[in-house]
């Protein structure tokens, strides 16, 4: 068994209180998109779905899971950006 060194533990604290404190704001910008939008934003992010998948579940062209997708990624990083979250458009959107 490997046990973490204490700055392992401190920074996985760090990230869960981050994450727990994002929640109620991740929680209204769901509420907030369209609802064709949540729909393909929560396949791909909490689903692991692809687009092709997406698309097969929701009987839509690819192209059009591309788009709502663009469009709820692009809201969403508005939304924490306003929030005061400082957002990398490269790590942070699957």
Do not use: W
């Not at 704001?25 to 997406?54: F, H, K, N, W």
């Not at 059009?64 to 957002?87: P, Q």
């Amino acid at each position: 068994m490997v046990v973490a060194d204490a700055e392992d533990l401190a920074d996985g604290a760090a990230g869960r209180v981050d994450a727990a404190s994002l929640g109620p704001t991740l929680r209204r910008l769901l509420s907030e998109l369209p609802a064709d939008q949540r729909e393909v934003l929560l396949l791909c992010a909490l689903g692991g779905m692809t687009y092709s998948e997406i698309a097969s579940t929701i009987g839509a062209p690819v192209g059009t899971v591309r788009s709502r997708l663009h469009r709820a990624r692009a809201t969403f990083r508005a939304g924490l950006i306003n929030d005061g979250y400082t957002v990398d458009p490269i790590k942070d959107v699957p």
